[in-house]
Each structure stands twice: as structure tokens, then as C-alpha cells.
């Protein structure tokens, strides 16, 4: 109740506890869904090149292959289904309406996501095998066509690649739908972390825009002593032209004066 008390009272300790909080909530979200798109993008690559063989070879949408798209839509569709597997368990809020649904329309939704994130990572792991007998193949070729037998059947004859691109492309799924609890996450601090960017970004900005107006502005005295130069020196050297004779004149007339 006492820390309660002092953030209802806007004390600045508990306001800055709590702004340290949603700035490392904000920061560990960050890192991890940075770390998931390593895995996303990983993921991305195992599967691009086995899709060429299942889509029409030669489209293109937005200057993409086929293939690619085809890949990417797998991965956001991995992405989706984790999201809804967590909302349907309760570990994330992100969709109220989940939230608020009977028991057994979430279970129905948490069934149908486990079951489409298992098919998803089952034609991940086929298209990875697809993918290492494509590059096999690739490979017996260009053996074949330099002569090198006995490198194709040694080459042919070693699976460990091939049952470790299958479990990387069953595994990486599942982890990929994990990315929805830091998703969650960072939605949540970014509001709060992106304010005190754009407070820094406008009082840096302000600073910077001082320091300018200051420069301007010492420039333009520099300059206005500058003109002041330019006009009292001449006019200085003018004075000076102009006195001797007056000064020639006044002892000519005090030397008469005095013959006189």
C-alpha cells in the first residue's frame, strides 16, 4: 500500500522504478524478437529453395519468385498459430475476445492451433529432406560431369545432414511461435519506451536548434563589428586627413598674430 500510495502521489523514486521496469521489459522483448527473426530468417532459407519444386517456376510477384512468397507466408502463418496457441492457453492477452471466449472455444482454438503448428513443422522437415536431395543431386552433377565417382557415392551415402535439416525444420516452428509472449511484450513497453525516444529525439533537437541560434547570432555580431570596422576606420583616417590642414591654417594664423 505504501509503494501504491507513492505511485497514486506521482513520487518521482517510484515514477522512475517504473519507467526502469517498462524500459528492460522493453529491452529483453526487443532482443528476443530479434533473436526470432534470426530463427525466422534461417527458417526462411531452409525452405526457399524445396518450394521452387512444389510452386510454378518463373512468377514473379513484387520481384519475388513464387518460391519465396510461398516461404514467407509459411513463416507468417507459423508466427499466427503461435500467436493463437498462447492466447487460447491464457499466457498472452493480445486478442481480448479470446480471452473472454467458453472454455471450449478455446480449446478448440488451442487444438486446431497445436494441430496446424504439428503440420506446418511436418512440411517443414520434408521440404528440408527435399532440399538437401535437391543440393545432392545439384552436387552428383557437377561430380559427374568432372568425373569425380567415387566423391557421389560417398557424398550420396551420408544422411547426418539430412536427418539434422529434418529436426532443424520440425523444431524451428515451435520456436517460432514462442515469439508471441515477447511480442506481447514489446507491444505493451513500446508505447512508453517509443515516448521517451521522441522526448529525447525533441529535446536533443532543441538543443541543437539553441546551439545554432546561438551561432547565428554571435555571427551576426561578428559581422555587425565587422561593418563597424569598415565604417570608423576610414572615416578615423578621414578626420585625420582633414585635421592637418585646419591645424597648418591655425599656426600660420597664431605666427601672424604674434609678428604683428
Not at 529491452?27 to 526462411?44: D, M, P, R, Y
Not at 525452405?47 to 510461398?70: D, Q, T
Not at 529525439?201 to 547570432?217: D, K, N, P
Request: proline share 3%; hydrophobic share 55%; aromatic share 8%.
Amino acid at each position: 500500500m505504501t509503494q501504491y500510495e507513492k505511485i497514486s502521489a506521482g513520487d518521482p523514486e517510484s515514477v522512475d522504478m517504473l519507467s526502469s521496469k517498462v524500459t528492460k521489459l522493453f529491452i529483453i522483448s526487443l532482443i528476443v524478437i530479434c533473436v526470432g527473426l534470426v530463427g525466422a530468417f534461417i527458417n526462411f532459407n531452409l525452405i526457399a529453395l524445396p518450394m521452387s519444386e512444389l510452386v510454378p517456376a518463373g512468377v514473379r510477384v513484387a520481384g519475388m519468385a513464387v518460391s519465396e512468397v510461398s516461404a514467407l507466408v509459411i513463416v507468417a502463418l507459423e508466427l499466427v498459430l503461435g500467436i493463437f496457441l498462447f492466447e487460447a492457453m491464457g499466457v498472452t492477452h493480445t486478442f481480448p475476445q479470446i480471452a473472454n471466449m467458453t472454455r471450449g472455444k478455446r480449446k478448440i482454438i488451442l487444438y486446431g492451433a497445436l494441430f496446424g503448428l504439428f503440420f506446418l513443422s511436418s512440411v517443414e522437415a520434408s521440404l528440408a529432406v527435399l532440399r538437401e536431395n535437391l543440393a545432392e543431386a545439384k552436387t552428383a552433377l557437377d561430380l559427374s560431369l568432372a568425373g569425380g565417382v567415387a566423391q557421389i557415392t560417398e557424398s550420396i551415402s551420408s544422411n547426418i545432414t539430412v536427418i539434422g535439416q529434418a529436426l532443424l525444420g520440425f523444431v524451428l516452428p515451435w520456436i517460432l511461435a514462442v515469439i508471441a509472449i515477447p511480442l506481447e511484450m514489446f507491444i505493451e513497453a513500446s508505447q512508453h519506451a517509443f515516448t521517451r525516444i521522441y522526448t529525447i529525439v525533441i529535446t536533443l533537437f532543441c538543443h541543437l536548434a539553441s546551439g545554432f541560434a546561438y551561432l547565428i547570432e554571435s555571427l551576426f555580431k561578428i559581422i555587425s563589428h565587422i561593418f563597424d570596422i569598415y565604417i570608423i576606420v576610414p572615416a578615423k583616417i578621414a578626420e585625420m586627413i582633414n585635421s592637418k590642414p585646419r591645424q597648418a591654417d591655425e599656426i600660420g594664423s597664431a605666427s601672424a598674430v604674434t609678428a604683428s
